[in-house]
């Protein structure tokens, strides 16, 4: 009897952890297949970071986080998707150009000066719009990290201004909402999105073997994925290339001494 319990036990925890296994693993499909729907999905404006909701969240709790961000941001703009798969909302973000503009003033970002006012570059001032050069341009006047900085900064500055209790959390005044929300998980995740066109380019002037021979565009990689990035890639290239001759030198000495070495042997004989 004893041993037929054993053998019962044994069995339970067998399950249990082909369970766990089976749990885990359907997690992490789950989280690829939410990450290609997100990456897929049309919006209605060209937005730079996306906030996702626990899978199952109340729609009562979705409805007043979005009443919230209305409310104490009037700039922003947000498209909802909703993936009937996972469950899953998420809320595609941005801001008007002017309210970006006042972000960068925020965070006192450096941005280029026209050359008829002395060139060069310069701590961005809202007041001063007209000394910068090509401020005039929406799309390009921020590369797509200084936006999703900026709309980062802007949104962890949102603060309560009344309190309230959604779900059991309590937000107090003066509280980051989405600092608080991702502390509580009320919010899983801030996530800055790709631009698509843009790493299509990239991919075909930069990804091997299609540009072997070519140089690196290291200003467009600076203006997608900042200058540490770019300095990396450049000092990567710088460092390769240096490298060439040493090879090609050692080479000969390598196929030098190992033809010394033959003539040696065949004089001994």
Known sequence: MSLTNDKKEIINQQLTN?????????NTLSSVITNRLWLNAHTNYE???????????????????????LLLAPDIRISIKYHFTTGVYGFYV??????????????????????????????????????Y?????EDKFFTSQERQ????????????????VISGIEFKIDQSL???????????????????????????????????????PIEDIRQYFGVKIALYFCWLSFY?????FPAFYGIIIWL?????????????R
């Open 18 to 26: 082909a369970n766990s296994l089976f749990r885990r693993r359907f």
């Open 149 to 164: 900085l900026i709309v980062r900064h802007l949104l962890f500055s949102i603060k309560i201004i009344q309190k309230q």
């Open 178 to 216: 989405i600092q608080r929300s991702l502390e509580k998980h009320l919010i899983r995740q801030v996530i800055p999105l790709h631009n698509k066109q843009t790493l299509n380019h990239l991919r075909d002037t930069w990804v091997w073997p299609h540009t072997f021979f070519k140089r690196q």
């Open 133 to 137: 050069e090509g401020v005039q341009d």
């Open 47 to 69: 937005c730079d970071v996306l906030l996702t909701f626990p899978a199952n969240i109340d729609d009562y709790a979705v409805i007043w986080f979005l009443e919230q961000l």
């Open 240 to 244: 390769t290339k240096a490298l060439c």
């Open 94 to 131: 941005t801001f008007t150009y002017e309210r970006l503009l006042k972000g960068a003033d925020d965070l006192q970002l450096e941005k280029p000066i026209k050359q008829e006012f002395g060139g060069g570059y310069k701590i961005f001032f809202f007041d001063e719009l007209e000394f």
């Open 256 to 268: 030098n001494t190992g033809r010394s070495q033959h003539c040696r042997k065949n004089f001994t």
